[in-house]
């Protein structure tokens, strides 16, 4: 725990503590008397102030120790420097009060606990406002021991209105940036959910295809049954040994099924959202397209259109299959090109969904074949081609929804590709 605390300080509260101890003394220079010519005002204390607020694992003490005696040191160097005063002694004398108002502030911030109240802009103001009036209160007083400095009350009413403003300065600034690492936050948690929106797309797509599987695992282990029962009493060595392949065959069912189990338990775990608005989700597949044609190196621009009135839609379903052929479009074309996704309402109850791109489209010998299992026409640098199921998984599934899937070559380049599927499978019921 020693160690991990010492690492983030070293990587971000020894940052800010650098940053610190030069801008506290910086902004201290823009100042003004109000009340002497040894108490100044400046931007030294709200600038302390926000840097406090920012350190997470470093007492205030310390930073104030620091701050304070960097102060003085660049007030001295300034004033020796400039001619004003010759004597090291004297000009450390005159600075000296500004060391206690900082190490004052940093205490009183200690042991107050300010960090608590991080979220609480009101009582932070307030706390900030009533320290930086004890600080000034602090070097007034030493500035008396060494000057006789005598305060009248019209000028504390002018240090609390200057305390004032500074708070307000302060928590203007600190509001910004936690507004701003929300908002950081919140594209960072959006990219994770669409990361694993897509994880959870492509295990369903995994759960369709491994569910015909189990089908044709039922339906061998049927038949080799039935052939065992045929051949049982004629030939003993044969009908054994399709006996233990039946058997052999149930075991890889059994095992499929259990792998099905844990693949649909994951995919309707509670911690995703099954069901999305179709403006989302159309917007979050251009947003995954748009990155995969980055990654490629292509210029893609995306384009979409919605028609109609549209409830939430089952997010898995959707993604598996429009951003198939999304992504298939994206890989069709070359290094430039345009996609577009339509949404469209239609009457009896069904919904349609379509894809264009300006490719080369699908050549008219090819037809149909395109929805064959294994067939592909994308190859890599290498020569070595796809896997050749991306279509034949959509038609798939829109099958087993009761729609249907075709395709039109546009005349001037590209393709269509166009589902129809009946609402019903696609919304939550009721």
């Known amino acids: 725990m020693i160690t991990i605390k010492l690492e983030y300080f070293l990587k971000k509260d020894g940052y800010i503590l650098a940053l610190m101890l030069i801008t506290v003394p910086l902004a201290g220079e823009l100042k003004f008397y109000p009340l002497n010519e040894e108490f100044r005002i400046s931007f030294g204390a709200p600038a302390f102030f926000f840097f406090l607020l920012l350190l997470r694992h470093v007492p205030a003490v310390l930073p104030g120790l620091l701050t304070g005696t960097a102060v003085v040191a660049f007030r001295v160097f300034l004033e020796l420097y400039g001619g004003e005063h010759a004597e090291l002694i004297s000009v450390l004398s005159d600075q000296s009060s500004s060391f206690f108002f900082y190490f004052t502030y940093a205490c009183l911030f200690y042991f107050l ?138 075991e890889v069912k059994k095992d499929n099924q259990r792998i099905f189990a844990g693949l649909s338990k994951l995919i309707s775990n509670e911690s995703f959202r099954d069901y999305m608005n179709a403006a989302d989700l159309i917007q979050l597949v251009i947003r995954m397209n748009e990155k995969y044609a980055e990654s490629m190196g292509k210029d893609i621009a995306f384009h979409h259109s919605i028609e109609g009135k549209h409830t939430d839609y089952h997010v898995f379903i959707i993604l598996s299959i429009i951003n198939n052929l999304t992504a298939n479009a994206v890989e069709a074309m070359g290094g430039k090109g345009m996609v577009v996704l339509r949404l469209r309402e239609l009457k009896g109850g069904m919904v349609e969904f379509q894809v264009e791109d300006n490719g080369p489209g699908i050549p008219e010998k090819i037809g149909e074949i395109v929805f064959d299992p294994g067939f592909t026409s994308k190859y890599d640098e290498f020569g070595t081609p796809s896997t050749g199921i991306g279509l034949s998984y959509v038609k798939e599934i829109v099958t087993d929804l009761d729609g249907d899937i075709r395709f039109q070559n546009k005349q001037n380049g590209g393709v269509v590709f166009t589902i129809r599927l009946p609402a019903r499978h696609l919304i939550q019921k009721g």
């Open 113 to 250: 606990k300010v960090k608590r109240f991080r979220d609480r802009p009101f009582m932070l103001g307030f706390i900030g406002f009533m320290i930086e009036i004890a600080s000034d209160c602090i070097e007034l007083a030493v500035q008396f021991f060494i000057y006789g400095t005598v305060v009248t009350p019209e000028k504390i009413t002018d240090i609390a209105v200057i305390s004032i403003s500074h708070t307000f300065i302060v928590l203007s600034f600190f509001n910004v940036m936690k507004l701003y690492e929300a908002q950081s936050r919140e594209k960072q948690t959006r990219r994770q959910n669409e990361h694993m929106l897509m994880i959870v797309s492509n295990l369903y797509e995994e759960t369709v295809q491994l569910k015909k599987t189990l089908k044709t695992t039922e339906h061998v282990t049927n038949e080799s049954y039935q052939l065992y029962r045929e051949l049982n009493g004629k030939d003993e060595l044969l009908s054994s040994r399709i006996l233990r392949l039946a058997g052999e065959i149930h």
